[in-house]
Protein backbone atom coordinates (compact mmCIF):
# COMPACT_ATOMS: atom_id res chain seq x y z
CA UNK A 1 0.00 0.00 0.00
CA UNK A 2 1.32 3.09 -1.12
CA UNK A 3 2.55 5.64 2.19
CA UNK A 4 2.93 2.55 4.35
CA UNK A 5 6.06 4.32 5.72
CA UNK A 6 8.82 1.72 4.44
CA UNK A 7 9.17 4.10 1.61
CA UNK A 8 12.84 5.82 1.48
CA UNK A 9 12.39 9.73 1.97
CA UNK A 10 13.59 11.95 -1.13
CA UNK A 11 16.71 13.79 -0.25
CA UNK A 12 15.81 17.83 -0.87
CA UNK A 13 17.50 19.39 -3.77
CA UNK A 14 19.30 21.84 -2.18
CA UNK A 15 21.55 18.21 -0.84
CA UNK A 16 21.79 17.21 -4.31
CA UNK A 17 23.70 20.33 -5.28
CA UNK A 18 25.66 20.31 -1.96
CA UNK A 19 26.73 16.28 -2.57
CA UNK A 20 27.88 17.50 -6.37
CA UNK A 21 30.05 19.99 -5.11
CA UNK A 22 31.60 17.99 -2.63
CA UNK A 23 32.21 15.66 -5.17
CA UNK A 24 33.71 18.00 -7.61
CA UNK A 25 35.86 19.49 -4.70
CA UNK A 26 37.10 15.99 -3.65
CA UNK A 27 38.32 15.04 -6.89
CA UNK A 28 40.27 18.70 -7.06
CA UNK A 29 41.98 17.32 -4.49
CA UNK A 30 43.02 13.79 -6.28
CA UNK A 31 43.99 15.54 -9.01
CA UNK A 32 46.45 17.92 -6.87
CA UNK A 33 47.40 15.20 -4.94
CA UNK A 34 48.48 13.25 -8.46
CA UNK A 35 50.27 16.55 -9.68
CA UNK A 36 52.37 16.91 -6.49
CA UNK A 37 53.67 13.41 -6.48
CA UNK A 38 53.95 12.84 -10.24
CA UNK A 39 50.79 10.16 -10.88
CA UNK A 40 48.63 10.32 -12.78
CA UNK A 41 47.58 11.90 -16.01
CA UNK A 42 48.20 15.39 -15.63
CA UNK A 43 52.00 16.92 -15.20
CA UNK A 44 51.33 20.52 -14.94
CA UNK A 45 53.01 22.87 -12.48
CA UNK A 46 51.29 23.20 -8.62
CA UNK A 47 52.32 27.59 -9.25
CA UNK A 48 51.86 29.55 -12.47
CA UNK A 49 54.31 29.93 -14.73
CA UNK A 50 53.59 33.78 -15.42
CA UNK A 51 54.20 34.39 -11.19
CA UNK A 52 57.44 32.48 -11.75
CA UNK A 53 58.86 34.48 -14.30
CA UNK A 54 57.51 37.98 -12.61
CA UNK A 55 59.39 37.01 -9.47
CA UNK A 56 62.80 35.98 -11.97
CA UNK A 57 62.36 39.35 -13.11
CA UNK A 58 61.77 41.09 -9.96
CA UNK A 59 65.06 39.15 -8.28
CA UNK A 60 66.99 40.89 -11.92
CA UNK A 61 65.13 44.07 -11.34
CA UNK A 62 66.52 44.50 -7.63
CA UNK A 63 70.28 43.04 -8.45
CA UNK A 64 70.22 45.43 -11.30
CA UNK A 65 69.68 48.32 -9.19
CA UNK A 66 71.35 47.16 -6.33
CA UNK A 67 74.87 47.09 -9.08
CA UNK A 68 73.81 50.82 -9.82
CA UNK A 69 73.61 52.12 -6.56
CA UNK A 70 77.09 50.40 -5.44
CA UNK A 71 78.59 51.52 -8.96
CA UNK A 72 77.46 55.13 -8.36
CA UNK A 73 78.73 55.59 -4.85
CA UNK A 74 81.81 53.86 -5.64
CA UNK A 75 82.32 55.45 -9.23
CA UNK A 76 82.81 52.62 -11.27
CA UNK A 77 81.21 50.73 -14.41
CA UNK A 78 78.63 52.72 -16.28
CA UNK A 79 79.36 55.52 -13.28
CA UNK A 80 83.46 55.66 -13.93
CA UNK A 81 85.02 58.94 -13.79
CA UNK A 82 88.30 57.29 -14.50
CA UNK A 83 89.51 59.23 -17.38
CA UNK A 84 89.88 58.31 -20.88
CA UNK A 85 91.78 59.54 -24.19
CA UNK A 86 90.37 58.83 -27.71
CA UNK A 87 92.51 59.68 -30.59
CA UNK A 88 91.44 60.82 -33.94
CA UNK A 89 93.35 61.78 -37.10
CA UNK A 90 92.18 64.32 -39.72
CA UNK A 91 94.52 65.14 -43.11
CA UNK A 92 95.46 68.63 -44.05
CA UNK A 93 97.61 69.36 -47.24
CA UNK A 94 98.62 72.66 -45.16
CA UNK A 95 100.62 70.53 -42.76
CA UNK A 96 103.96 70.75 -43.88
CA UNK A 97 105.40 67.85 -45.32
CA UNK A 98 104.38 64.43 -43.43
CA UNK A 99 104.57 65.95 -40.46
CA UNK A 100 101.58 65.22 -37.77
CA UNK A 101 100.78 68.35 -35.25
CA UNK A 102 98.99 66.68 -32.45
CA UNK A 103 96.46 68.94 -30.34
CA UNK A 104 94.51 67.80 -27.04
CA UNK A 105 91.69 68.81 -26.65
CA UNK A 106 89.83 69.66 -23.07
CA UNK A 107 86.50 70.80 -21.95
CA UNK A 108 83.74 71.12 -19.37
CA UNK A 109 85.77 70.77 -16.64
CA UNK A 110 83.41 72.76 -14.44
CA UNK A 111 85.95 72.69 -11.21
CA UNK A 112 86.39 68.92 -11.37
CA UNK A 113 89.56 67.55 -10.00
CA UNK A 114 91.50 64.08 -10.80
CA UNK A 115 94.19 63.45 -8.06
CA UNK A 116 95.42 65.96 -6.17
CA UNK A 117 95.92 69.74 -8.08
CA UNK A 118 94.92 67.41 -11.18
CA UNK A 119 98.00 65.89 -11.39
CA UNK A 120 96.59 62.89 -12.59
CA UNK A 121 94.91 64.88 -16.04
CA UNK A 122 98.20 66.40 -16.31
CA UNK A 123 100.02 63.55 -16.55
CA UNK A 124 98.14 61.73 -18.66
CA UNK A 125 98.20 64.77 -21.16
CA UNK A 126 102.12 65.78 -20.64
CA UNK A 127 102.57 61.92 -22.25
CA UNK A 128 100.41 62.66 -25.24
CA UNK A 129 103.32 65.59 -26.00
CA UNK A 130 101.00 67.60 -27.77
CA UNK A 131 102.40 70.47 -29.60
CA UNK A 132 98.98 72.34 -28.94
CA UNK A 133 96.63 72.24 -26.17
CA UNK A 134 92.88 73.48 -26.71
CA UNK A 135 90.60 74.64 -23.75
CA UNK A 136 86.85 74.83 -25.30
CA UNK A 137 85.30 76.35 -22.58
CA UNK A 138 83.27 75.85 -19.31
CA UNK A 139 86.62 74.86 -17.06
CA UNK A 140 84.90 76.70 -14.14
CA UNK A 141 81.82 76.76 -13.13
CA UNK A 142 79.21 79.52 -12.45
CA UNK A 143 77.63 78.59 -9.30
CA UNK A 144 81.08 79.04 -7.83
CA UNK A 145 83.50 81.85 -7.61
CA UNK A 146 86.62 79.58 -7.32
CA UNK A 147 89.27 80.51 -10.08
CA UNK A 148 92.09 78.78 -8.50
CA UNK A 149 91.36 75.18 -9.96
CA UNK A 150 91.83 76.18 -13.88
CA UNK A 151 94.64 78.75 -13.07
CA UNK A 152 96.37 76.23 -11.68
CA UNK A 153 95.64 73.78 -14.15
CA UNK A 154 96.50 76.02 -17.09
CA UNK A 155 99.80 76.93 -15.52
CA UNK A 156 100.70 73.35 -15.52
CA UNK A 157 99.34 72.94 -19.00
CA UNK A 158 101.37 75.68 -20.30
CA UNK A 159 104.69 73.85 -19.32
CA UNK A 160 103.87 71.13 -21.67
CA UNK A 161 102.68 73.37 -24.45
CA UNK A 162 101.49 76.29 -25.65
CA UNK A 163 97.40 76.52 -24.09
CA UNK A 164 94.34 78.23 -26.34
CA UNK A 165 91.69 79.02 -23.99
CA UNK A 166 87.99 79.77 -25.61
CA UNK A 167 85.01 80.86 -23.09
CA UNK A 168 81.73 79.12 -21.93
CA UNK A 169 78.64 79.88 -21.06
CA UNK A 170 79.97 79.21 -17.56
CA UNK A 171 82.89 81.72 -18.32
CA UNK A 172 80.32 83.97 -19.88
CA UNK A 173 78.46 84.03 -16.17
CA UNK A 174 81.57 84.40 -14.35
CA UNK A 175 82.99 87.15 -16.27
CA UNK A 176 79.77 89.31 -17.48
CA UNK A 177 77.08 88.88 -14.46
CA UNK A 178 79.30 88.27 -11.71
CA UNK A 179 82.27 89.95 -12.37
CA UNK A 180 85.20 87.61 -12.03
CA UNK A 181 87.19 88.53 -15.02
CA UNK A 182 88.85 84.50 -14.65
CA UNK A 183 90.32 85.62 -18.43
CA UNK A 184 93.07 88.25 -16.72
CA UNK A 185 94.05 85.51 -14.12
CA UNK A 186 94.41 83.52 -16.97
CA UNK A 187 96.20 85.89 -18.58
CA UNK A 188 98.45 86.47 -16.05
CA UNK A 189 99.62 83.23 -16.11
CA UNK A 190 100.72 83.15 -19.71
CA UNK A 191 97.07 81.90 -21.18
CA UNK A 192 96.09 82.71 -24.97
CA UNK A 193 92.56 83.65 -23.90
CA UNK A 194 90.29 84.49 -26.91
CA UNK A 195 87.20 86.27 -27.03
CA UNK A 196 86.33 87.00 -31.08
CA UNK A 197 90.05 86.83 -31.34
CA UNK A 198 92.70 85.22 -33.17
CA UNK A 199 96.28 84.33 -32.66
CA UNK A 200 98.58 83.54 -35.20
CA UNK A 201 101.84 80.51 -34.09
CA UNK A 202 103.98 78.47 -36.64
CA UNK A 203 104.40 74.48 -35.56
CA UNK A 204 107.18 72.26 -36.93
CA UNK A 205 107.23 75.06 -39.98
CA UNK A 206 103.06 74.70 -40.40
CA UNK A 207 101.39 78.44 -40.22
CA UNK A 208 98.32 78.19 -38.20
CA UNK A 209 95.91 80.85 -36.67
CA UNK A 210 93.72 79.70 -33.89
CA UNK A 211 90.51 81.79 -32.95
CA UNK A 212 87.56 81.31 -30.92
CA UNK A 213 83.63 83.13 -31.02
CA UNK A 214 82.79 83.52 -27.34
CA UNK A 215 78.92 83.07 -28.10
CA UNK A 216 76.27 81.27 -28.76
CA UNK A 217 73.90 81.12 -32.09
CA UNK A 218 71.48 84.10 -30.12
CA UNK A 219 74.25 87.06 -30.38
CA UNK A 220 76.48 85.59 -32.72
CA UNK A 221 75.55 88.49 -35.22
CA UNK A 222 76.60 91.44 -32.95
CA UNK A 223 79.49 89.74 -31.36
CA UNK A 224 81.07 87.40 -33.32
CA UNK A 225 80.33 87.70 -36.98
CA UNK A 226 82.53 90.83 -37.57
CA UNK A 227 85.57 88.05 -36.09
CA UNK A 228 84.60 85.30 -37.96
CA UNK A 229 84.31 87.57 -41.16
CA UNK A 230 87.75 88.22 -40.87
CA UNK A 231 88.99 84.81 -39.64
CA UNK A 232 88.11 82.92 -42.67
CA UNK A 233 90.32 85.07 -44.93
CA UNK A 234 93.29 83.62 -43.41
CA UNK A 235 95.34 81.28 -45.91
CA UNK A 236 97.23 79.85 -42.89
CA UNK A 237 95.85 76.24 -41.33
CA UNK A 238 92.52 78.03 -39.51
CA UNK A 239 91.52 76.04 -36.01
CA UNK A 240 88.33 77.99 -34.63
CA UNK A 241 87.65 77.20 -31.12
CA UNK A 242 84.14 77.45 -30.84
CA UNK A 243 82.32 75.94 -27.17
CA UNK A 244 78.44 75.67 -28.72
CA UNK A 245 77.97 72.82 -31.17
CA UNK A 246 74.49 74.37 -32.39
CA UNK A 247 76.62 77.37 -34.19
CA UNK A 248 77.48 74.94 -36.65
CA UNK A 249 73.51 73.54 -37.18
CA UNK A 250 73.00 76.82 -39.68
CA UNK A 251 74.74 80.10 -38.66
CA UNK A 252 78.13 77.79 -39.40
CA UNK A 253 77.24 75.46 -41.39
CA UNK A 254 79.66 76.38 -44.39
CA UNK A 255 82.28 77.52 -41.93
CA UNK A 256 85.48 78.27 -44.17
CA UNK A 257 88.08 76.76 -41.45
CA UNK A 258 90.02 73.64 -41.40
CA UNK A 259 89.46 72.34 -37.81
CA UNK A 260 86.06 73.71 -35.35
CA UNK A 261 86.35 72.44 -32.19
CA UNK A 262 83.26 72.67 -29.28
CA UNK A 263 81.95 71.25 -26.73
CA UNK A 264 78.95 71.68 -24.19
CA UNK A 265 77.10 68.62 -24.60
CA UNK A 266 78.84 66.84 -21.87
CA UNK A 267 78.14 63.77 -24.81
CA UNK A 268 74.99 63.81 -24.18
CA UNK A 269 75.32 63.26 -20.12
CA UNK A 270 74.01 59.57 -20.61
CA UNK A 271 75.86 56.90 -23.62
CA UNK A 272 73.05 55.11 -24.77
CA UNK A 273 75.27 51.59 -27.03
CA UNK A 274 74.88 52.58 -30.88
CA UNK A 275 72.60 55.47 -30.82
CA UNK A 276 75.02 57.89 -28.77
CA UNK A 277 74.16 60.82 -26.34
CA UNK A 278 70.90 60.57 -24.83
CA UNK A 279 70.00 64.06 -23.73
CA UNK A 280 71.41 68.02 -23.78
CA UNK A 281 69.54 70.93 -22.18
CA UNK A 282 70.04 73.09 -24.84
CA UNK A 283 68.21 70.76 -27.59
CA UNK A 284 67.00 68.01 -25.73
CA UNK A 285 66.70 64.23 -26.35
CA UNK A 286 69.85 63.01 -29.11
CA UNK A 287 71.40 66.58 -30.06
CA UNK A 288 73.00 67.01 -33.43
CA UNK A 289 76.75 66.77 -32.57
CA UNK A 290 76.76 65.27 -30.00
CA UNK A 291 80.19 63.61 -29.87
CA UNK A 292 83.40 62.65 -31.54
CA UNK A 293 84.25 64.00 -35.61
CA UNK A 294 82.06 65.25 -38.11
CA UNK A 295 82.27 66.48 -41.55
CA UNK A 296 80.48 70.17 -42.59
CA UNK A 297 80.63 71.67 -45.98
CA UNK A 298 84.47 72.98 -45.69
CA UNK A 299 85.51 72.24 -41.99
CA UNK A 300 86.15 69.18 -39.75
CA UNK A 301 83.96 69.53 -36.66
CA UNK A 302 85.02 67.73 -33.23
CA UNK A 303 83.29 67.71 -30.09
CA UNK A 304 83.91 66.55 -27.13
CA UNK A 305 81.94 64.49 -23.86
CA UNK A 306 84.19 67.18 -21.80
CA UNK A 307 85.88 66.06 -18.20
CA UNK A 308 83.16 67.21 -15.46
CA UNK A 309 79.53 67.77 -14.71
CA UNK A 310 77.24 70.61 -14.27
CA UNK A 311 74.13 68.90 -13.40
CA UNK A 312 72.62 67.02 -10.69
CA UNK A 313 72.10 63.62 -12.84
CA UNK A 314 75.23 62.07 -13.37
CA UNK A 315 77.04 61.10 -16.60
CA UNK A 316 76.28 57.58 -17.16
CA UNK A 317 78.52 55.32 -19.73
CA UNK A 318 80.42 58.34 -20.37
CA UNK A 319 83.66 58.92 -18.80
CA UNK A 320 85.94 62.14 -18.66
CA UNK A 321 87.53 62.37 -22.34
CA UNK A 322 90.88 63.70 -22.96
CA UNK A 323 90.77 64.14 -26.98
CA UNK A 324 93.56 64.16 -28.91
CA UNK A 325 93.38 65.24 -32.71
CA UNK A 326 96.57 64.38 -35.28
CA UNK A 327 96.30 66.73 -38.07
CA UNK A 328 98.51 64.99 -40.62
CA UNK A 329 100.15 66.11 -43.97
CA UNK A 330 99.27 63.03 -45.12
CA UNK A 331 95.91 61.01 -46.34
CA UNK A 332 96.38 57.76 -44.81
CA UNK A 333 96.79 58.85 -41.09
CA UNK A 334 92.92 58.60 -40.44
CA UNK A 335 92.74 56.00 -37.84
CA UNK A 336 90.68 56.65 -34.39
CA UNK A 337 90.68 54.65 -31.31
CA UNK A 338 90.72 55.14 -27.77
CA UNK A 339 93.14 54.25 -24.72
CA UNK A 340 92.70 54.04 -20.71
Not at 263 to 268: A, K, V
Request: net charge neutral.
Amino acid sequence: MKGDGHAKPRKPAFWKRSRKKEKATEEKHAINRNVSTGNGKHSVAGKSPVRSILAVIAVLAILLMLWLGISCIRKTGPFSEELETDFFHMYSGKVMGNDTIRLVVLSDLHNAEFGENNCELVEKVRKLSPDLILLAGDMVDKKSSNTDIVVSLCAQLKEIAPVYYGLGNHEGTMMYVNGLRVDGLLRDEGINVLINESSDVTVKGTAISIGSVATGIYNFDEYSAPFMEEFEKKDTLKILIAHFPDLFYERLADVNVDLAVSGHYHGGQVRLPFLGGLYSADHGLFPKYCDGMFSLTNAKLFVTRGLGNSHLFPRINNRPQIAVIDVNGRKDGTMTGSVE
